[in-house]
């Protein structure tokens, strides 16, 4: 039974540019979500999907964040023209459809840490 | 709108008892307790559903009280492994919703 995976596991990158990270869901899982998190921080949403489609996007988001999930299984979070406040830690989860609704709840994997110089 | 996680931090001797809650100003449909321990990614402890059902995975029992829309998580006998932040995420306004965290309590375990 394997996890939920990210790749990278660290970027680090110049103010400026343009960063991609991947995340592959658990298999059976159709639900994948995206969160932000920095020090002393729980995660923040960024977004979800629902197989394919996107279902919910922060208002917090600006334009320069986004997700795509193509074939409703692994998934793409791209930040253009980075700044330095986007160093943080990204966090993938993965859930099945019925999140609390039969005592199932979201899976995260081990992130991405993005540093901006 | 996040929850509220209170005490902020704790710092216990191995083998004592402690309480963490979780509260939020909209009604609950289920709280989600995790642990994070630096560097890692958040582990999934215990879920709660409203109706009074729990489901988790480890020796950690949990209280959730829809009335005053607020979630207790209880470390009894602590060991080391304990050490870590804990979050709370909940699901306001029906299944199949997203998870909204608190900003986490720190405990730590010390010998």
């Known amino acids: 039974d394997t996890g939920v995976s990210q790749d990278p596991r660290h970027k680090i990158t110049k103010r400026g540019q343009n960063v991609t990270f991947r995340c592959d869901p658990i298999?059976?899982?159709?639900?994948l979500y995206w969160y932000r998190q920095t020090l002393g921080q729980g995660p923040e949403f960024l977004t979800y999907f629902q197989n394919e489609a996107q279902l919910e996007k922060s208002r917090l988001l600006s334009d320069r964040f986004s997700a795509e999930r193509p074939k409703g299984s692994f998934s793409t979070l791209e930040i253009q023209r980075t700044e330095q406040g986007d160093s943080a830690m990204y966090l993938c989860?993965?859930?099945?459809?019925?999140?609390?609704?039969?005592?199932?709840?979201?899976?995260f994997g081990p992130g991405t840490r993005l540093t901006v110089l | 709108q996040q929850p509220v996680q209170s005490p902020q931090a704790v710092i216990l001797r191995e083998g004592e008892d402690a309480v963490i809650n979780c509260s939020s100003s909209k009604a609950l449909y289920s709280v989600h307790w995790y642990r994070q321990k630096h560097g890692e990614a958040p582990v999934f402890l215990m879920i709660l559903l409203k109706g009074g059902e729990q489901k988790g995975h480890e020796k950690i029992s949990a209280s959730f009280n829809e009335k005053k829309q607020q979630s207790s998580l209880y470390l009894t006998a602590s060991q080391l492994s304990y050490s870590g932040t804990y979050f709370c995420?909940?699901?306001?306004?029906?299944?199949?919703?997203?998870?909204?965290f608190g900003k986490g309590i720190t405990l730590s375990v010390r010998p």
């Open positions: 995420g909940t699901e306001i306004g029906g299944a199949n919703s997203k998870l909204t």
């Open positions: 989860a993965s859930s099945p459809p019925t999140l609390g609704l039969a005592g199932d709840t979201q899976y």
């Open positions: 298999s059976e899982h159709n639900r």
